[in-house]
């Protein structure tokens, strides 16, 4: 009863906020943390229930936002009709695909190998994106009109408050949906192969085909994110693949096990954007709040275990807890 009250609170408050945060720029800004909390939330089912640290976790999110764009385009030439709705789930399924054929070969181990595997991908398709014009639309990248789509019961997505109602309808389904696979046997699996592959494996699990699971279900989500994102900004350029912003921002929370939840984290992520063009000091505000949690970090991410007695009650870690863990 009480897991039901908290899901009708937070979709009572989504449907809130654009009552509160009415101006252009709120709205806009509303929609930009609704799609970084999708992103963020998928990036967290391998960090922060997998412990697999991926450099290359946005390539998910640019395919299914190149994909979704592609499908805008087809509308607007009216090769196809397909409701603007539908175009987040295009991107879920692009990104599906896409962890489908690469998790086969990068899931095999976990660690430095991952990481390694996941940032040659990542890099892969960054350099392939000013190559493959026809798809990723070289430097100019890929644009749509939104407003060609199929109206949805007489709603045609022109302004952005009805794009946020949009998004924020997608980040209830995808929260519940990586809530509820969580509680699946795969997603308990997942924490069990976290915290021990070994016992994991001599139980008859097999650790591989866990962190494959997971990793096809966050490059779903992950997609979904992107497809939100073509529908909000309309285009697709080859920056929407670099994975910088994504690690500095909810990965490096999700590695040092201060939270679990990145739904917070989301302004971090849309902040420099936003910040840049209302203050000329807002760059190094982001760059400081990212480089204070770096430097407490002085073993490094990989595998990083904090203990909950090394947080004071001002938040930060204290010093000689921290450790390395297998």
Do not use: K
């Not at 398709?125 to 100019?140: M, Q, T, Y």
Request: some cysteine; proline content about 4%.
């Amino acid at each position: 009863m009480r897991t039901l009250v908290l899901w009708a609170v937070f979709a009572l408050l989504l449907m809130v906020l654009p009552l509160i945060f009415d101006s252009v720029l709120g709205v806009s800004i509303l929609n930009q943390m609704a799609i970084a909390i999708v992103f963020a939330l998928s990036y967290n089912l391998l960090l922060g229930q997998g412990r697999m640290l991926s450099f290359g976790h946005a390539v998910y999110f640019g395919l299914g936002g190149f994909l979704a764009v592609h499908a805008m385009l087809l509308t607007e030439t009216q090769t196809l009709a397909i409701p603007l709705v539908l175009i987040p789930l295009v991107g879920g399924l692009c990104g599906l695909v896409a962890a489908l054929f690469i998790g086969s070969f990068s899931t095999g181990r976990a660690g430095t190998v991952f990481a390694m595997i996941s940032l040659g991908v990542g890099e892969l398709l960054a350099a392939s994106s000013l190559i493959l014009v026809s798809f990723f639309g070289g430097e100019r990248g890929v644009s749509a009109d939104r407003t060609f789509a199929p109206p949805f019961f007489g709603v045609d997505f022109a302004q952005d408050v009805q794009v946020y109602f949009l998004a924020a309808a997608w980040l209830f389904v995808s929260v519940l949906g990586m809530y509820l696979f969580t509680r699946t046997p795969a997603g308990r699996l997942a924490n069990a192969v976290r915290d021990n592959p070994e016992r994991a494996q001599f139980l008859g699990y097999s650790a591989q085909r866990v962190r494959f699971i997971s990793f096809v279900v966050a490059g779903f989500f992950a997609g979904i994110a992107g497809g939100l994102f073509a529908v909000n900004y309309e285009i697709l350029t080859a920056g929407n693949l670099n994975t910088a912003s994504s690690l500095l921002g909810g990965g490096v929370r999700a590695a040092t096990g201060i939270t679990e939840d990145e739904i917070p984290a989301a302004p971090d992520w849309m902040l420099p954007g936003n910040l840049s063009g209302l203050t000329s000091g807002g760059e190094a505000l982001i760059d400081s709040s990212n480089g204070l949690p770096l430097a407490r970090m002085d073993r490094g991410l990989m595998s990083l275990q904090v203990d909950p007695r090394a947080v004071d009650a001002a938040g930060w870690l204290a010093p000689g807890v921290v450790h390395v863990g297998r």
